[in-house]
C-alpha cells in the first residue's frame, strides 16, 4: 500500500519527533497519502496506522476530525467556501450558491467532468477578506465577488482540461 518514495516522505515527518512520538507525525503522513492518491482511503489509513504504530481508530478518528483529508474520491480542484458567520455576514452563502449555481452541482457534490468538488467550510482565518475560499487545501482565494469566481472557474477548467 506504502510505495517506497512514500515512506521515504513518512521517514523525513518522522523524524522531526522523538522517536517515541512518532505518531505526533500523524497528520503529516495523512496528508502525504492525500496529495499522492487525491483522498485518505480506508486501507491508507491502516497503512498509516502500521507505519506510526497506531490503533487504526486512532488514525481514522484524525481522518474524520479535520475536513482537509477527503474521505472518498473527490474531484481535480477542491473547492472549500467559508461559510462561517463572519463570513456568513459577509456574502459567504450566496458565495457558496454562486458556485453551485455555476458548477451546477450542490454543496458536496463533484462535477461530471471529475474537476470540481464543492464544500463548505468551517472558518479559514480570514474573515476580514471574505468571502473566501481554500482551492485544493492550499490556496486561498480572498474578496471572492462574481467576477472573481468566474476568473477563478475558468482559469481552473482550463488547466484542468489541458491534462
Not at 519527533?17 to 500523524?26: E, L, N, R, T
Request: with cysteine; glycine share 6%.
Amino acid at each position: 500500500m506504502i510505495s517506497e518514495q512514500t515512506r521515504s516522505r513518512f521517514d523525513r515527518e518522522v523524524a522531526k519527533y522523538p522517536a517515541d512520538q512518532k505518531q505526533s507525525a500523524v497528520m503529516a503522513c495523512l496528508a502525504i497519502v492525500q496529495q499522492e492518491q487525491g483522498w485518505v482511503s480506508p486501507e491508507a489509513e491502516q497503512a498509516v496506522a502500521d507505519y506510526l504504530g497506531m490503533a487504526p481508530i486512532a488514525v481514522h478518528e484524525v481522518t474524520t476530525f479535520y475536513n482537509m483529508y477527503n474521505q472518498r474520491p473527490v474531484g481535480k480542484f477542491k473547492l472549500n467556501v467559508c461559510t462561517n458567520l463572519p463570513c456568513q455576514l459577509r456574502d459567504g452563502v450566496k458565495t457558496l450558491q454562486y458556485l453551485e449555481n455555476k458548477l451546477g452541482i450542490s454543496m458536496g457534490e463533484t462535477t461530471a467532468d471529475g474537476l470540481f468538488t464543492l464544500q463548505q467550510s468551517e472558518c479559514l482565518g480570514a474573515c476580514a477578506d471574505s468571502p473566501v475560499m481554500l482551492v485544493n487545501d492550499r490556496t486561498m482565494c480572498s474578496f471572492m465577488s462574481a467576477d472573481r469566481l468566474d476568473q477563478l472557474i475558468d482559469g481552473l477548467r482550463s488547466s484542468g482540461e489541458a491534462r
